[in-house]
């Protein structure tokens, strides 16, 4: 199987549970997040969420995947599935850990798997990256400015 991972990373001098509430406060994104525009669902295993993909430069996708993990205060984890398995699925997921006294560490990455990656391998990386360093700093400046 083919995949790609893209992995960033930040500190974010605020509590895990701040950074925690605002991740899963899904209702909330269209106030902060330049990468996901809208948001709705619980944040809970099990559940699916509809989310509004729709960073500067790009199309807006819609779609509605199902959450893995939402271990409070830790890690929230959902998959990405279109309609035909196996051809272009994936996971986006974000660690916290703590990185000292009122610091944490966010882990955000997403990993795609199926047998379109080689095709648009070089698209993903450009595309995802770029995004998710700007939600990264959306997030790093709501969490640091307590505004939630």
């Not at 991740?23 to 996901?36: C, V």
């Not at 955000?108 to 990386?125: C, D, E, S, T, Y």
């Amino acid at each position: 199987m083919f995949s790609i991972t893209i992995y960033t990373e930040t500190e974010i001098t605020a509590s895990p549970e701040n950074v925690w509430k605002i991740l899963t406060d899904l209702g909330r994104y269209k106030e902060w997040n330049p990468m996901i525009t809208g948001a709705s669902g619980r944040a809970e295993a099990g559940s699916r969420i509809r989310l509004r993909f729709n960073p500067p430069g790009s199309k807006k996708t819609v779609f509605r995947p199902l959450v893995l993990v939402a271990d409070k205060n830790r890690e929230f984890r959902w998959q990405g599935r279109p309609r035909v398995p196996l051809l272009f699925d994936s996971e986006h997921y974000f660690i916290i850990e703590q990185a000292g006294k009122d610091k944490i560490s966010l882990t955000h990455n997403m990993v795609f798997f199926g047998l379109m990656i080689p095709f648009v391998k070089r698209l993903i990386r450009k595309k995802t990256l770029d995004a998710f360093n700007l939600m990264n700093r959306a997030l790093k400046e709501r969490a640091e400015t307590a505004v939630n």
